[in-house]
């Protein structure tokens, strides 16, 4: 149920924004319907092993995946674009080699040490690509409704503050 | 056709017309409007209500698309605006595109605008500090070419006037270098800010007081606030966003809606303001040239008084660009002055260090505020080889970290995790600087903007003043961090850091005490037409260590109070 609610909250709020006044064009146009996630299933199957489903929600059920390609699609220049799809192609080539089997396929296991041992590698380009997913990944995890009603009570107006509280 | 001319002129005529609904146009209106004035306030911008026209106030974080940051394309098309810290994905709405307002850097200045109705009331940080009488008499002590015409005396009561229906928060202090205000109950230090505090007290002999800072949040709403239709502040800390409870003081939910109200109110969004008509028979300003920004269609109003508060470069380039057989060189400008003097607050630089003490304890809520600490360099009189001195803000936090060790399973018990690492302690640092005619603005000679306007000029830079300022703020606060016992200490010196990004610009068209000088009399009117007058950041002589805006809005209020006695007395 709940896991249900994070999916559709996180970057698909976009319905209350139908009601903006005209001058908010930066929002009307990225209507998120539009977007085309070619990597959808690679990517999830990416950010889930970066944080996995257990008894609770992972990053997939957050929306990680929807949320890293669009960064990569609207808020990084044409060198973390190559970085990052060189980067899934390596996955790939990973996968087949050890494997023989698209990333998105093996078990959660092989994917993680698929995964690893980007950031274990010996170019800087894997290493870049392993940190810059993982960082999208946590970011986007850290900031679903989720994350933060369940661990951080989060409320959007507290309506206090105290500077003297103990742990 | 006589007839029909005075109809229409008839139509656009009104006592007194206010150039910007920003923070200090805002008051203005209130002000005239009260005394029952008719009042036109233009806004170049288009129109934001108050609450309705606020997208983003009530977003949840995970609704960001991208979680808060500024595509790509956005920030390449604004590469000035994306500097600032206020250009986010919940408020970018409401600051100018470079693209759309372009103007010339003689000297990189980082020119952030806001237009819109109600300004950058609803962007600013809401510090609010009064001056001192030392801040007013800084510029005659220390021979800066330009003095003060005025003294604390003459703003105190303007300062409680605009306190009181603003709302300001804040601790009575009884310091001599800061003046207490009228002020609704403070925000809470935490404890390690009162531990730093108790640490200077002792180190310092009370010489270096630390406070918790002022600031125009309704902590404990009065009639009045609820009589304007605002409420008490919820410690959302979006503000930037526009707030739906009015807990902060804007133009938009404050002086605004209660100036419309009176009914004595016209405000025209939409409005460019191209220059000041100038009457020779009277000798005194008509009204104004206005080009519609939609529709680029010209337009004339006109009125007895002029008020501009169209945001400090702003009304340098109206007056600038207002010229006649009489000012060739624009509206009362004989001395040439005008445009020159431009000033503002030095931030190049900040600290941070941990605390390993007080781990018992934490934070709690969110405080749209941190402590304070006056000026404690050069206040009564000169002790270090730089002039004036510096204010910085100072907090100490504890919420929980967020530990991002591990891959897969390991990673995801770290994330939820509630953990407590140090207490991060921050300052940031508020130096004045020394106004010079070598900072100034100009209208470029043959380029102009969509609407006619002559693209601006903009020479300012920082000097070796700013520097040593800088530097000794360092020193001694990482002596001051040390003596606390504070750990890590480090100095963050801004390495893209230029003036514009403080949002702090003033003068151009300051007071003073001599019209060969200066171009405003003790009362913000020019002195060679005294029926307009400057009291936004434009008017300032010296910009002191104070986040400016309060002084804006009491300056205002003193001046708007005086014409309408000077109307009545039928002199303008």
């Given at each position: 149920?709940?896991?249900?609610?994070?999916?559709?909250?996180?970057?698909?709020g976009?319905?209350?924004?139908?009601?903006?006044p005209?001058?908010?064009?930066?929002?009307?146009?990225?209507?998120?319907?539009?977007s085309?996630?070619?990597?959808?299933?690679?990517?999830?199957?990416?950010v889930e092993?970066i944080?996995?489903?257990?008894?609770?929600?992972?990053?997939?059920?957050?929306?990680?995946?929807?949320?890293?390609?669009?960064?990569?699609n609207?808020?990084?220049?044409?060198?973390?674009?190559?970085?990052?799809l060189?980067g899934?192609?390596?996955?790939?080539?990973?996968?087949?080699q050890?494997?023989?089997?698209?990333?998105?396929?093996?078990?959660?296991?092989?994917?993680?040490?698929v995964?690893?041992?980007?950031?274990?590698?010996?170019?800087?380009s894997?290493?870049?690509?392993?940190?810059?997913?993982k960082?999208?990944?946590?970011?986007?995890?850290?900031?679903?409704?989720?994350?933060?009603?369940?661990?951080?009570?989060?409320?959007?107006?507290?309506?206090y503050?105290?500077?003297?509280?103990p742990? | 056709?006589?007839?029909?001319n005075?109809?229409?002129?008839k139509?656009?005529?009104?006592?007194?017309?206010?150039i910007?609904?920003?923070?200090?146009?805002?008051?203005?209106?209130?002000?005239?409007?009260?005394?029952?004035?008719?009042?036109?306030?233009?806004?170049?911008?288009?129109?934001?209500k108050?609450?309705?026209?606020?997208?983003t106030?009530?977003?949840?974080?995970?609704?960001?698309?991208?979680?808060?940051?500024?595509?790509?394309?956005?920030k390449?098309?604004?590469?000035?605006?994306?500097?600032?810290?206020?250009?986010?994905?919940?408020?970018?709405?409401?600051?100018?595109?470079?693209?759309?307002?372009?103007?010339?850097?003689?000297?990189?200045?980082d020119?952030?605008?806001?237009?819109?109705?109600?300004g950058?009331s609803?962007?600013?940080?809401?510090?609010?500090?009064?001056?001192s009488?030392?801040d007013?008499e800084?510029?005659?002590?220390?021979?800066?070419?330009?003095?003060?015409?005025?003294?604390?005396?003459?703003?105190?009561p303007?300062?409680?006037?605009?306190?009181?229906?603003?709302?300001?928060?804040?601790?009575k202090d009884?310091?001599?270098?800061?003046?207490?205000g009228?002020f609704?109950?403070?925000?809470?230090?935490?404890?390690v800010?009162?531990h730093?505090?108790?640490?200077?007290?002792e180190?310092?002999?009370?010489?270096?007081?630390v406070?918790?800072?002022?600031?125009?949040?309704?902590?404990?709403p009065?009639?009045i606030?609820?009589?304007?239709?605002r409420g008490?502040?919820?410690?959302?800390?979006?503000?930037q966003r526009?707030?739906?409870y009015?807990?902060?003081?804007?133009?938009?939910a404050?002086?605004?809606p209660?100036?419309q109200?009176?009914?004595?109110?016209?405000?025209?969004?939409?409005s460019?303001?191209h220059?000041?008509?100038?009457?020779e028979?009277?000798?005194?300003?008509?009204?104004?040239?206005?080009?519609?920004?939609?529709?680029k269609?010209?337009?004339?109003?006109?009125?007895?008084v002029?008020?501009?508060?169209?945001?400090t470069?702003?009304?340098?380039l109206?007056l600038?660009?207002?010229?006649?057989s009489?000012f060739?060189?624009?509206?009362?400008?004989?001395?040439?002055q005008?445009?020159?003097?431009i000033?503002?607050?030095?931030?190049?630089?900040?600290?941070?260090?941990?605390?390993?003490?007080m781990?018992?304890?934490?934070?709690d809520?969110t405080?749209?505020?941190?402590?304070?600490?006056p000026r404690?360099?050069?206040?009564?009189?000169?002790?270090?080889?730089?002039?004036?001195?510096?204010a910085?803000?100072?907090?100490?936090?504890?919420?929980?970290?967020t530990?991002?060790?591990?891959l897969?399973?390991?990673?995801?018990?770290?994330?939820?995790?509630?953990?407590?690492?140090?207490w991060?302690?921050?300052?940031?640092?508020?130096?004045?600087?020394?106004p010079?005619?070598?900072?100034?603005v100009?209208?470029?000679?043959?380029?102009?903007?969509?609407w006619?306007?002559?693209?601006?000029?903009?020479?300012v830079?920082?000097?070796?003043?700013?520097?040593?300022?800088?530097?000794?703020y360092?020193?001694?606060?990482?002596?001051?961090l040390?003596?606390?016992?504070?750990?890590?200490?480090?100095?963050?010196?801004?390495?893209?850091?230029n003036?514009?990004?403080d949002?702090h610009e003033?003068?151009?068209?300051?007071?003073?005490?001599?019209?060969?000088?200066s171009?405003?009399?003790?009362?913000?009117?020019?002195?060679?037409?005294?029926?307009v007058?400057?009291?936004?950041g434009?008017?300032m002589?010296?910009?002191?260590?104070?986040?400016?805006?309060?002084?804006?809005?009491?300056?205002?209020?003193r001046?708007?109070?005086?014409?309408?006695?000077?109307?009545k007395?039928g002199?303008?």
């Amino acid at each position: 149920m709940e896991r249900r609610k994070a999916i559709q909250t996180l970057g698909l709020g976009f319905s209350t924004l139908l009601a903006l006044p005209s001058w908010v064009n930066s929002w009307s146009k990225a209507s998120f319907a539009e977007s085309n996630f070619e990597n959808e299933v690679t990517l999830a199957a990416l950010v889930e092993c970066i944080i996995p489903e257990s008894e609770t929600p992972g990053a997939k059920a957050v929306g990680a995946h929807l949320y890293l390609e669009r960064m990569v699609n609207g808020c990084y220049g044409t060198d973390v674009k190559k970085m990052f799809l060189a980067g899934l192609e390596k996955l790939e080539k990973r996968s087949s080699q050890k494997y023989n089997k698209a990333f998105s396929e093996l078990d959660l296991e092989k994917r993680t040490a698929v995964l690893a041992s980007m950031k274990n590698a010996s170019e800087v380009s894997d290493k870049r690509f392993f940190s810059f997913v993982k960082n999208l990944t946590v970011r986007a995890y850290t900031h679903s409704e989720y994350y933060l009603t369940t661990y951080r009570n989060y409320v959007m107006a507290p309506g206090y503050f105290h500077g003297c509280v103990p742990v | 056709m006589t007839y029909l001319n005075n109809k229409a002129v008839k139509k656009n005529t009104f006592d007194v017309i206010v150039i910007g609904s920003g923070i200090s146009g805002g008051w203005a209106a209130k002000e005239f409007c009260d005394h029952g004035l008719k009042t036109l306030v233009l806004e170049r911008g288009k129109d934001v209500k108050h609450v309705v026209d606020y997208p983003t106030a009530m977003m949840e974080p995970w609704e960001f698309e991208h979680l808060g940051q500024v595509p790509k394309k956005l920030k390449d098309e604004s590469p000035i605006a994306s500097k600032t810290y206020i250009y986010k994905e919940d408020s970018k709405h409401f600051i100018v595109k470079d693209k759309e307002h372009p103007y010339i850097q003689e000297k990189p200045f980082d020119w952030i605008r806001g237009y819109q109705v109600g300004g950058k009331s609803l962007l600013w940080a809401r510090g609010t500090q009064r001056w001192s009488k030392y801040d007013f008499e800084g510029p005659a002590r220390d021979g800066f070419d330009v003095h003060w015409p005025i003294g604390y005396d003459d703003l105190a009561p303007w300062y409680s006037h605009v306190e009181i229906f603003a709302g300001i928060s804040g601790n009575k202090d009884g310091l001599d270098s800061l003046p207490d205000g009228e002020f609704l109950k403070p925000h809470e230090q935490t404890c390690v800010e009162k531990h730093f505090t108790q640490k200077m007290k002792e180190h310092y002999h009370g010489k270096r007081p630390v406070i918790i800072g002022r600031c125009a949040h309704l902590t404990d709403p009065q009639p009045i606030h609820y009589e304007q239709g605002r409420g008490q502040c919820q410690h959302r800390n979006l503000c930037q966003r526009g707030c739906p409870y009015g807990g902060y003081f804007s133009s938009n939910a404050s002086t605004l809606p209660w100036a419309q109200r009176t009914g004595n109110l016209t405000l025209r969004p939409n409005s460019v303001v191209h220059s000041i008509i100038y009457d020779e028979k009277t000798g005194k300003a008509s009204g104004v040239n206005v080009v519609d920004s939609v529709t680029k269609k010209e337009r004339k109003f006109y009125a007895k008084v002029i008020f501009l508060n169209a945001s400090t470069i702003n009304t340098n380039l109206i007056l600038l660009n207002s010229k006649s057989s009489r000012f060739p060189n624009g509206i009362g400008n004989d001395n040439e002055q005008m445009g020159k003097y431009i000033h503002f607050h030095s931030f190049i630089t900040g600290m941070s260090a941990e605390y390993d003490g007080m781990l018992d304890s934490k934070t709690d809520g969110t405080r749209p505020n941190g402590s304070y600490i006056p000026r404690f360099r050069n206040v009564k009189e000169q002790e270090t080889d730089f002039l004036r001195g510096y204010a910085a803000g100072f907090s100490a936090n504890r919420s929980p970290l967020t530990n991002s060790e591990g891959l897969g399973m390991e990673l995801k018990n770290n994330l939820n995790k509630t953990e407590y690492g140090n207490w991060h302690v921050g300052s940031h640092f508020m130096g004045e600087t020394v106004p010079k005619e070598t900072n100034y603005v100009k209208l470029d000679d043959t380029q102009i903007d969509d609407w006619g306007v002559p693209l601006l000029r903009v020479n300012v830079e920082l000097d070796d003043n700013d520097m040593k300022m800088a530097k000794d703020y360092e020193e001694q606060m990482t002596e001051m961090l040390t003596v606390a016992g504070f750990k890590n200490i480090k100095a963050n010196r801004k390495t893209t850091w230029n003036p514009g990004l403080d949002i702090h610009e003033m003068g151009g068209v300051v007071m003073g005490t001599d019209a060969k000088n200066s171009l405003l009399n003790k009362w913000n009117q020019l002195h060679h037409c005294k029926n307009v007058f400057v009291t936004d950041g434009a008017c300032m002589t010296s910009n002191s260590t104070q986040n400016p805006s309060l002084t804006y809005m009491a300056l205002t209020a003193r001046a708007a109070n005086y014409a309408v006695e000077e109307l009545k007395k039928g002199n303008l």
